[in-house]
T-cell receptor, first 116, second 114 residues
Framework: AQSVTQLGSHVSVSEGALVLLRCNYSSSVPPYLFWYVQYPNQGLQLLLKYTSAATLVKGINGFEAEFKKSETSFHLTKPSAHMSDAAEYFCAVSDKYGGSQGNLIFGKGTKLSVKP | DTGVSQDPRHKITKRGQNVTFRCDPISEHNRLYWYRQTLGQGPEFLTYFQNEAQLEKSRLLSDRFSAERPKGSFSTLEIQRTEQGDSAMYLC????????????FGPGTRLTVL
C-alpha cells in the first residue's frame, strides 16, 4: 500500500530564508508525486508534480522538489521565503499505473509560517 | 477554464438531518473524485467516477453516504442521518483520468454537524 509521511507538522522560517518541507513516500510501484498548497478555507492548488521525467521538478511561485528514489523522498524547497508562502502544504502519491483508482494518498500536511 | 466549483461552501446541520453537496467539475474532465478532510489531516479519498460510472468507494464511505454523477457532468454527495463525526471539509476534484494527471480541486464544502 502507498503512504506518505511529512516530517514536521509546523515549520517556521524568517522572510528571505530557505524553505525546506520534507516528504517521504512508500510505494511498491513507481510513483507519481505531488505537492499541493492550501490556503485557509480554500481547496488545494497544485505546486508541482513528478511524473518520471526530470528528477528535479520546478513548480509555481519559485518552489521546486527533487525526487530521490534511493531515499524515497520528494522534499519541497524554495530559496527565499515570502510572507505570502504562509499556508499548509501537502505531499501526495499516486500509483503510476493507474491502480488504486488513480486517487491521491496525502500526507498529514505541514503548516508553514513566515516571520517578518 | 472556470475551475471546479462546489456548493454550498458551508453547511451547518443538526445531527440526524440529511445533507447534499454539489460539485461541478472542469467541463472536459472525465474523472471526478470526492475527498474528506478533517482538521489537522490531509484529504482522504472517498469515491470516484469515470464519466457517470462510480468505479470505487473507500471503506470510509459508509452506507449513509451516496454519490451520483448523472450524465457524467456534475456530481452530488448525500449524507443521510448525519453524525457529529461527519463534520469535515468535503473536497471535490476532477481530472482527465490518465494516471498521473493533475487533479484540480474545488474550494470545498465545510460541514458542521451540531
Amino acid at each position: 500500500a502507498q503512504s506518505v509521511t511529512q516530517l514536521g507538522s509546523h515549520v517556521s522560517v524568517s522572510e528571505g530564508a530557505l524553505v525546506l518541507l520534507r516528504c517521504n513516500y512508500s510505494s511498491s510501484v513507481p510513483p507519481y508525486l505531488f505537492w499541493y498548497v492550501q490556503y485557509p478555507n480554500q481547496g488545494l492548488q497544485l505546486l508541482l508534480k513528478y511524473t518520471s521525467a526530470a528528477t528535479l521538478v520546478k513548480g509555481i511561485n519559485g518552489f521546486e522538489a527533487e525526487f530521490k528514489k534511493s531515499e524515497t523522498s520528494f522534499h519541497l524547497t524554495k530559496p527565499s521565503a515570502h510572507m505570502s508562502d504562509a499556508a499548509e502544504y501537502f505531499c501526495a502519491v499516486s500509483d503510476k499505473y493507474g491502480g488504486s483508482q488513480g486517487n491521491l494518498i496525502f500526507g498529514k500536511g505541514t503548516k508553514l509560517s513566515v516571520k517578518p | 477554464d472556470t475551475g471546479v466549483s462546489q456548493d454550498p461552501r458551508h453547511k451547518i446541520t443538526k445531527r440526524g438531518q440529511n445533507v447534499t453537496f454539489r460539485c461541478d467539475p472542469i467541463s472536459e474532465h472525465n474523472r471526478l473524485y470526492w475527498y474528506r478532510q478533517t482538521l489537522g489531516q490531509g484529504p482522504e479519498f472517498l469515491t470516484y467516477f469515470q464519466n457517470e460510472a462510480q468505479l470505487e468507494k473507500s471503506r470510509l464511505l459508509s452506507d449513509r453516504f451516496s454519490a451520483e454523477r448523472p450524465k457524467g457532468s456534475f456530481s452530488t454527495l448525500e449524507i443521510q442521518r448525519t453524525e457529529q463525526g461527519d463534520s469535515a471539509m468535503y473536497l471535490c476534484a476532477s481530472s482527465f483520468g490518465l494516471a498521473g494527471d493533475t487533479q484540480y480541486f474545488g474550494p470545498g464544502t465545510r460541514l458542521t454537524v451540531l
